[in-house]
């Protein structure tokens, strides 16, 4: 990365005027501190894992909706409180600074710390009017144009991740000349503000040498990858410029080492100059985003993609068309016993453009979401090579990753505008997901991409951009690999680049390169996210069964990632169902967990049957008609780890099938029994209780008869027939209640007996 600075000592006669280090932040933390200033919140601003995270889980670079008020929340309480402490307002600008360069060495998110720094910037222009001390205004002033120059920094960057190298060069002059206005802002303060002006004007030295530097290199890579006559002569001057700003003394370690990498591909293009110079003639790049849906099976997808695909919205672009069977070759038609084979339906999307910053064109794509009735679903941005070389197409290679510049993404007949494809990607596969409603979810990742190069015609030249008639065919692919540039489409995506046109530096290795018979002139190789297919000598249509098996094997990361994310939803739950102890539920608490864990258990025996039997169609010879292209798929399979991953996937499955399932299982209904055989017990003493006090009062009814037969045998009267009613009555209750508590003590003598504690003294 581009890291400014950010070690050099401490300015002379900052200690001693009070002031902290100005280029450490935990001094300048400390200092602000002190002072009463509140800056706890801001360091999570710039850093890309900073607190609160929008959404859980893995994310492509999205800033939250709210995340710019956030910043002028925090920042404004920030200035409000340093405004009116001496020099309170330039130290939290240089602050604020710092820890946007500590973000920069560990992060590509650069979308958080502009956000940051144009929020200090706000920040001070509101709170600026109520500073009144001219050295306070005038030190402020100079350390916030040091926000200015590093966010331009930030972004020489952001264009070298794009292969932009005319953007480069001029973000970097505007680097630099803002720069110039820090040193000339940093002159303007008054004495007393002689430790800041000094850190101001050194930071802006040594950012103004470097950033010419950068320029300069930038404008001869510029030119010399356009063709232009001078670009030559440009790099030989550029040369003694990158050296002498290496071995400077305002040079610190990052900054050496960074115009080293510039240095080295300067010089290895000076020595390659006169070579030959790889052009495509003919070709595609293709951007593939794998994606799954789960918990909804791909016969039920595919049938809601045909049914309701043509009136979706997916991210605010509505499709083109539906199509109801994917454009494959009939080799797809294999012999599987049971019918299954490759197919599915297809969404198309309008045009996707590419434009940089400025606005200007970078790329055109067709774009559809492939569904499978495999499940190994896709989202694919396709892009032809006319005329192109080899930096054009190294530039479009990198467009797939996560760690792309930030640019400009729209599709035809929609607003909104993405910063880079794989934005684009998560938020289109996203909505497939919101359309298919409940209960589908989707796995995707913005990491989770592969690129798709074909190569029909090829031509070597004597510069990097030759015209065509000047450049000789390329008839095979030993030549396609000795000329300069014959590396690029053999290399996987890199994530991270450390200077432009890197690819210089690499060798491609035999290893990659597929055994998949054939010609001389053809070849297919494959690597982590990359699949490169020449057929230097053959018609189109003679490529398009292996680009088709590359693309279904791509497709496979898609799969595989639903399978897991699947396995570790599964696992999650059942985990925490057998860490629940089941001592003080009751039977329908039980009953229901077990229900619950005999659901999970069968359906994930399901989902794994489903799994394993996919996965035997995908290694089957019987999924192609050809065993030429099985050859080829089983090559290209073995290339992309699939034996790894599947092995992987049944140790997870095992993982979650293991032991513990069974065993809780086994104990819920051996606690269901328990409870039951408790209650049951208890509902027969209470039927007991009943019965014996039934019996206790036709006891007693009786002796009513007893009484009647007392009543006529002895003429009782009234007051005697009463009373002998009463008498009786009296004798039902005493007996009833005699043997209800009779049979209540019995009762209770089974039950075990509780321990009494006795409170302890307050």
Request: with cysteine.
């Amino acid at each position: 990365m581009l890291i400014p600075d950010a070690r050099r000592p401490a300015v002379p006669g900052a200690a001693g005027c009070g002031l902290p280090d100005l280029a450490d932040a935990d001094h300048l933390r400390r200092w602000l501190t002190s002072a009463g200033v509140d800056v706890a919140a801001v360091p999570d601003l710039p850093n890309w894992n900073g607190g609160p995270t929008p959404d859980p889980g893995p994310r492509h670079r999205r800033l939250p909706a709210d995340f710019d008020a956030r910043v002028d929340v925090v920042l404004d309480r920030a200035f409000r409180q340093a405004a009116p402490v001496p020099f309170g307002a330039a130290v939290l600008c240089c602050y604020v600074r710092q820890l946007c360069v500590n973000a920069w060495k560990c992060s590509y998110h650069f979308d958080r710390m502009w956000a940051t720094l144009a929020g200090a910037r706000r920040s001070w222009s509101t709170h600026r009017p109520g500073v009144q001390d001219p050295a306070d205004l005038a030190a402020a002033d100079a350390a916030v144009l040091l926000l200015d120059v590093l966010a331009a920094e930030i972004a020489v960057e952001n264009e070298m991740l794009g292969n932009n190298l005319e953007r480069l060069a001029d973000v970097a002059r505007r680097a630099a000349a803002g720069a110039a206005a820090a040193i000339d802002a940093a002159a303007a303060v008054p004495r007393v503000g002689a430790a800041i002006a000094a850190f101001v004007a050194a930071e802006g030295a040594a950012s103004q040498r470097y950033d010419r530097t950068l320029a300069r290199a930038g404008t001869a890579l510029s030119a010399f990858f356009a063709g232009r006559a001078d670009g030559p002569n440009l790099l030989a001057d550029a040369l003694p410029d990158l050296r002498a700003a290496e071995r400077g003394d305002g040079c610190d370690r990052n900054q050496r080492s960074e115009l080293r990498a510039y240095r080295r591909t300067v010089q290895r293009l000076v020595d390659e100059r006169d070579g030959s110079w790889l052009h495509v003639d003919d070709g595609t790049v293709g951007h593939m985003y794998p994606f799954a849906v789960r918990e909804l099976p791909p016969d039920r997808v595919l049938d809601a993609v045909r049914r309701t695909g043509s009136g979706w919205e997916l991210a605010g672009v509505r499709p083109l068309a539906v199509r109801e069977s994917m454009d494959l070759d009939d080799v797809w038609n294999g012999s599987d016993a049971l019918g299954r084979r490759y197919d599915g339906a297809v969404v198309a999307l309008p045009e996707v453009t590419v434009q940089d910053l400025d606005g200007r064109p970078l790329a055109a794509m067709t774009a559809e979401v492939r569904f499978s009735q495999l499940g190994n679903h896709s989202l694919h941005l396709t892009m032809d090579l006319h005329d192109h070389t080899v930096h054009d197409l190294y530039t479009a290679v990198l467009l797939s990753a996560p760690e792309h510049a930030e640019v400009r993404v729209r599709c035809a007949g929609g607003a909104r505008v993405w910063p880079r494809l794989s934005a684009f990607a998560v938020d289109i596969v996203e909505s497939v997901g919101e359309r298919l409603g409940p209960p589908a979810a989707v796995s995707v990742r913005p990491g989770m991409f592969h690129v798709m190069i074909t190569v029909l015609q090829a031509s070597a030249g004597r510069s990097p951009r030759t015209p065509r008639a000047d450049r000789q065919p390329i008839e095979s692919i030993a030549r396609l690999r000795e000329v300069t540039g014959g590396q690029v489409p053999l290399l996987p995506v890199p994530h991270l680049v450390g200077a432009p046109a890197e690819w210089l530096h690499y060798r491609a290795s035999d290893e990659v390169v597929l055994d998949v018979g054939g010609r001389t002139d053809e070849i297919v190789a494959r690597t982590c996210n990359t699949t490169f297919i020449a057929a230097l000598g053959s018609p189109a249509y003679a490529i398009t069964n292996r680009l088709q098996a590359g693309e279904f094997v791509a497709s496979l990361d898609g799969l595989f990632a639903g399978w897991f994310d699947q396995l570790a939803i599964f696992l999650a739950a059942v985990t925490r169902q057998t860490d629940e102890s089941p001592d003080g539920q009751d039977i329908d608490q039980l009953a229901h967990q077990a229900e619950q864990l005999e659901r999970q258990r069968v359906g994930l025996h399901t989902f794994a049957a489903d799994a394993r039997a996919t996965l035997d169609l995908i290694r089957s010879p019987a999924l192609v008609a050809s065993p030429l292209v099985a050859r080829a798929l089983s090559a290209t399979l073995a290339a992309s780890g699939f034996g790894q991953r599947e092995a992987e996937l049944t140790r997870n499955i095992d993982a979650v099938l293991d032991d513990r399932l069974e065993q809780r299982l086994e104990l819920l209904v051996r606690r269901r029994r328990e409870r039951e055989a408790q209650a049951e017990q208890v509902r027969e003493r209470r039927q007991r209780v009943w019965l014996d006090t039934m019996l206790a009062v036709i006891a007693a009814v009786g002796i009513s008869g007893l009484g009647q037969i007392l009543q006529a045998g002895y003429d009782l009267r009234a007051t005697a027939a009463l009373t002998t009613v009463l008498v009786i009555v009296v004798i039902m209750l005493v007996v009833g209640v005699l043997v209800w508590y009779v049979s209540k003590s019995r009762q209770q003598g089974h039950r075990p007996r509780r321990v009494l504690r006795r409170r302890p003294p307050d």
